[in-house]
């Protein structure tokens, strides 16, 4: 999968490049134990550090980095960016703008009255063909003072102009900074081609095989990480 990132030339110098998610896996996940005690099973088990698909889901794709600090004070947000005018026009100068409530009526994650943050793209993102780009919440990171609104864009097609990315910020006694290179947006490819959806029951070899799988998996520890987890290859940049 080819990804082509384009930006303002002015701005190539100023601007953080979005990176492999592997890259910003977050440094509680660093920190945290492998093991811990479960006062339920009276004994250590194993943390969603050891767990696979928890640390996949969070390295898979690439991340969109906020581009300059920017100054929180209870809703209230400001920042000093002192970057060249873009050459191009109709391109933002401003690493947020904001959507007016109006546009979540109705929805269950309206603000209360109050405006949803744009995290403003200062990149273009071409996909190859029959592609589409899917725009989430960094994966499992529920210490950002926000909530990014999830999408999908025909990257394919659309890749002439900026992707923005809409936010609900969910900490409004908030006080502080959000510092440059922090992760608002975690992307990734998905395919066009339509779903079959095929429904069958487990035959006998099928139910053997269920069976001894989960034996193991609930047995041994590693056995998904040794025996079914795919490899993965290293992004590169050019």
């Known amino acids: 999968m080819r990804v082509v990132f384009r930006c303002d030339p002015a701005l190539a110098d100023h601007l953080p490049k979005p990176v492999a998610a592997r890259g910003q896996l977050p440094d509680w996940l660093r920190a945290m134990p492998a093991n811990a005690h479960s006062p339920l099973h009276g004994r250590d088990i ?14 898979y794709g690439f991340m969109i ?11 209230a947000f400001s920042w000093d960016w002192n970057v060249p005018a873009p050459a191009t026009e109709n391109h933002p100068r401003a690493p947020l703008s904001f959507h007016v409530p109006a546009q979540f009526d109705g929805t269950p994650f ?10 403003n793209s200062f990149w273009t993102i071409e996909l190859e063909d029959g592609w589409s780009l899917f725009a989430t919440h960094p994966v499992n990171r529920l210490e950002l003072p926000f909530r990014l609104v999830s999408g999908l864009v025909d990257a394919d097609r659309f890749h002439d102009g900026g992707i923005n990315f809409p936010a609900l910020w969910t900490e409004p006694e908030f006080r502080g900074t959000l510092p440059k290179g922090t992760p608002v947006a975690q992307c990734f490819a998905v395919p066009r081609a339509p779903y079959e959806l095929v429904f069958e ?5 099928r ?32």
């Open 65 to 75: 980095l906020l581009p300059c600090d920017v100054s929180v004070d209870r809703g």
């Open 110 to 119: 309206a603000a209360g009255g109050r405006a949803a943050l744009k995290f």
């Open 207 to 238: 139910r053997a095989t269920y069976a001894k799988t989960v034996a193991e998996v609930l047995e041994k520890p590693g056995v998904y990480r040794r025996q079914f987890r795919a490899r993965r290859g290293r992004s590169s940049g050019g």
């Open 46 to 59: 194993r943390t969603v550090k050891q767990c696979p698909p928890f640390v996949d889901a969070m390295s």
């Open 201 to 205: 029951e487990l035959d006998d070899a």
